[in-house]
């Protein structure tokens, strides 16, 4: 048996069929500009309200901070001193300054204690008791018609 082979002939080929882009292609420019639009219109809104509505509002503000900058500035300066770039000579200085007031302070009030008593005590041993005085009353004030008059008496013989 013989088997036939298939001459090289020409094999025609169909060309394929084109098919229709996805919907979405042909949304997408439409959505791009959409999107570029909205963009442009809410940047221009954005620079309108911020300049007409805020400017004042930052103008205020920096009234108010130039103001404030001392007390801004030395709180700044504690801060940065004390927390941020914490030095420890300067928190033993603070320390030992806080803890000899305590010691200083202590002594003293000990030293005036002891001295009054020793001469309240001394002073005590010198005066003699005194006998206790009722406290008088301060009399009221005389009125000012009374004042400079005096009472006359005259006996007159019978």
């Known amino acids: 048996m013989a088997q036939v082979q298939p001459s090289p002939a020409v094999v025609l ?5 084109e098919q229709p882009p996805p919907p979405i292609a042909s949304l997408l420019p439409l959505l791009v500009s959409v999107g570029s639009w909205t963009f442009y219109g809410a940047t221009k809104l954005y620079n309108l309200i911020s300049f007409y509505l805020l400017s004042p509002l930052f103008f205020i503000i920096s009234i108010v901070l130039y103001l404030l900058s001392p007390i801004l500035v030395s709180t700044q300066v504690i801060l940065n001193l004390f927390v941020s770039d914490p030095l420890y000579p300067i928190y033993a200085f603070i320390g030992a300054a806080c803890l000899l007031g305590i010691i200083f302070g202590f002594g003293a009030r000990y030293l005036v204690r002891t001295l009054g008593q020793a001469l309240l005590e001394k002073m ?19 009125k000012a018609s009374t004042r400079g008059k005096r009472k006359v008496t005259v006996k007159t013989e019978d």
């Open 13 to 17: 080929a169909m060309p394929p069929r």
């Open 124 to 142: 005590m041993h010198n005066v003699p008791p005194q006998r206790s005085v009722s406290p008088t009353r301060p009399r009221p004030p005389r």
